[in-house]
């Protein structure tokens, strides 16, 4: 009831029509890759598709996947988008389709701000929610309410966020090489890439942080409710 403009009626990349006769639209990014270098018109279309307005709700967000569109995929969409410029951008002989590039980014970047405005309940630069974690074998469901209350700061979902950023840093310089307007955008990216790296590791300025010393390891962080 919240998606009523999305309209499916394209041929759509899943890898097969048995098991997974649906897109997800992470997966759907990574198979961009492969198609990339067999047919990269066909992989830069299915990039393009998703951020289109009959699929990207006009909040910013993309359809996760076909049962449940509100659910959050990692946002791997930019450096899908990314990969397959490069290797297009190789097979014509370094001519990259700078419209192609801009054309996604520019969607991308209403995607980048919902997460932000949406998807970071402290305002800390520490993200959280979603169809994340262990993938489809995570031992919450992010999108639901803990069963003990509050909430979980996400190691996970913050790095890909950081991933996100310095994505879309990336391209807003390969655009800029054309037009240097863009060089504000990598500026901007660079900076959020900057405020999610301290913030993983003094969230919100209060000494906690989502990286163990003695494990080496990054974890999540569990808000219990107030008793």
């Excluded at 067999?38 to 307005?53: G, H």
């Excluded at 800029?176 to 300025?205: C, R, S, W």
Aim: proline share 4%.
């Amino acid at each position: 009831h919240q998606w009523i403009h999305l309209r499916n009626r394209d041929i759509i990349s899943m890898p097969d029509k048995w098991e997974y006769p649906w897109y997800a639209a992470w997966d759907l990014a990574f198979h961009c890759i492969p198609l990339a270098m067999v047919d990269t018109e066909f992989a830069k279309e299915q990039l393009i598709l998703l951020t289109r307005e009959w699929y990207m709700h006009p909040n910013g967000q993309l359809p996760a996947y076909e049962w449940t569109f509100d659910d959050v995929n990692p946002p791997v969409h930019a450096w899908a988008t990314w990969r397959v410029y490069k290797i297009d951008k190789r097979q014509k002989d370094g001519k990259g389709d700078l419209q192609f590039l801009e054309r996604v980014f520019h969607k991308l970047l209403l995607n980048f701000t919902w997460w932000v405005n949406r998807k970071d309940e402290d305002n800390h630069n520490i993200f959280q929610g979603g169809f994340l974690g262990l993938d489809n074998i995570g031992i919450f469901d992010r999108s639901s309410q803990l069963p003990t209350g509050g909430h979980i700061e996400q190691s996970d979902g913050t790095s890909w966020m950081a991933m996100y950023s310095l994505n879309l840093m990336r391209i807003a310089l390969e655009l800029a090489e054309k037009n240097p307007v863009y060089q504000d955008l990598a500026t901007k990216f660079f900076e959020h890439f900057l405020y999610i790296a301290k913030a993983m590791m003094n969230i919100g300025g209060e000494g906690l942080n989502l990286w163990d010393e003695e494990d080496g390891f990054y974890y999540d962080v569990l808000h219990c409710p107030e008793i």
